[in-house]
């Protein structure tokens, strides 16, 4: 609501501003050029000039004068402000929806309706969280551009292409990834410990639930018990985007030791063999056929716009199993005026996965799920011609071509990459001896 203030207090600024410039130039004119000039713009107020028999004081022209001067002043101030965008900055509030968000700054809701067509293809303006910001920009009392910053490094921008809609575009800015070392002891609990040493709480939870297989972070740690975290983080100048990575974790538990390396968007141990488990390419049972692959540069047939199907579908009739094609825990389990009902499943820090167009959910959010789960039904919900699954796979914030890319599908390092493996290991032990020394 600040936001908004500030951009009203602008435009009275400015209104003041061009008043004051336009009163000093009317004010040099002879009064027969004031009148014949304001009669241009506005001609009501000089018919009280007009009817005026008897000899008018000073004092009383002066009046008539400003009066006919102030709205002409005011008719030019109108005339100006159209000529140039209106840009209303919105700092996103608990509670918050898009389609209140609209109402209260008196945007159309063919421009809302628009919009979240296009958002079919990123479905960013569905998770919209306190504190980002929206920037709409108006010209002629028509919404142009909506940008969505949802970070430093993160934007979304939709812009209108004439009479046919929007478009959008995802900005995401690579900054600068930072490697942070950290060394600790158990002290009392794993996450007390960790956040002593330098992490956050977000990234102690991840460790937790990465290596939550291989140790039991309730029961097993023992006072003395010693870790080794090496984390990247994401700086756009010397700010912080909120973006970080961990690249490594070591922890020495009872003369045993736990580890795990990131290499190739994925978690292994130090002999090679995955911490996670591997993903598999389709979400629904490999008899049904692909009806429509990937293509981020498609084109609306009808209008010609960028329409690009960030996912893959699958000709499934309703009612269809669809299962989860990594593990991971449901971050979103909602309805959308296109999408239909979807599921959105995070898949560690690297992978997220998205199935739309569901007739049936059978997990909610906040639920652990595990690869070939069975998570949802098939449908045809949301806007679509036809019972389709649209299925998605997104990597490090960036939809990818589930079919093809390079994703962990294995449950161990290929042995031509054992090479390659072992210099990373090498590189991540080398930073951790530097902060040693």
Do not use: C
């Amino acid at each position: 609501m600040s936001s908004i203030k500030n951009n009203k207090l602008q435009l009275v600024l400015v209104w003041v501003l061009l008043t004051s410039v336009l009163l000093g130039i009317v004010a040099l004119l002879p009064l027969s050029d004031k009148v014949e000039t304001s009669s241009v713009i506005k001609a009501a107020p000089i018919t009280t000039i007009a009817l005026i028999d008897e000899p008018v004081s000073p004092d009383e022209a002066s009046a008539t004068n400003s009066m006919v001067t102030e709205s002409a002043v005011a008719s030019i101030a109108v005339e100006l402000a159209k000529s140039y965008p209106k840009i209303i900055n919105y700092v996103i509030q608990k509670g918050d929806t898009l389609g209140a968000i609209f109402e209260q700054l008196d945007l159309s809701q063919k421009s809302l309706y628009q919009i979240l067509e296009v958002d079919l293809n990123v479905l960013a303006l569905d998770s919209i969280k306190p504190g980002q910001m929206l920037i709409f920009t108006e010209f002629e009392g028509e919404l142009t551009r909506l940008e969505l910053q949802i970070s430093l490094a993160q934007q979304v921008i939709y812009k209108r292409q004439g009479d046919s809609g929007f478009e959008f575009e995802q900005v995401n800015v690579d900054g600068e990834w930072r490697e942070h070392s950290y060394i600790g002891q158990i002290e009392y609990s794993f996450s007390g410990s960790a956040k002593k040493a330098g992490l956050s709480l977000f990234e102690a939870q991840f460790i937790a639930s990465l290596l939550k297989d291989k140790i039991n972070f309730s029961r097993d740690f023992r006072i003395g018990d010693t870790f080794k975290v090496l984390v990247s983080r994401q700086y756009i100048g010397d700010q912080l985007t909120g973006e970080n990575r961990i690249d490594a974790v070591s922890i020495n538990n009872r003369s045993r030791n736990i580890s795990a390396y990131l290499y190739e968007g994925a978690y292994y141990d130090e002999a090679g063999l995955s911490i996670e488990r591997a993903f598999v390419r389709r979400p629904v049972s490999s008899k049904y056929r692909i009806s429509s692959s990937f293509n981020p540069k498609r084109l609306h047939p009808v209008t010609g716009l960028l329409r690009p199907h960030n996912g893959t579908d699958f000709a499934t009739p309703i009612g269809t199993p669809v299962f989860a094609t990594g593990d991971g825990v449901v971050s979103r389990v909602l309805n959308h005026k296109y999408a239909g009902l979807y599921i959105e499943i995070s898949n560690g820090q690297t992978y997220r996965t998205r199935f739309l167009h569901l007739s049936k959910a059978l997990v909610r959010k906040g639920q652990r799920v595990k690869r070939g789960q069975k998570i949802a039904l098939s449908g045809n919900s949301g806007r679509i011609t036809g019972p389709h699954l649209h299925y998605e796979l997104h990597m490090r914030g960036r939809a990818v071509n589930a079919m093809t890319a390079d994703i962990p599908i294995a449950s161990a390092i290929d042995k031509r990459q054992q090479a390659a493996f072992k210099l990373a290991l090498n590189n991540y032990h080398a930073a951790w001896e530097q902060v040693k020394s």
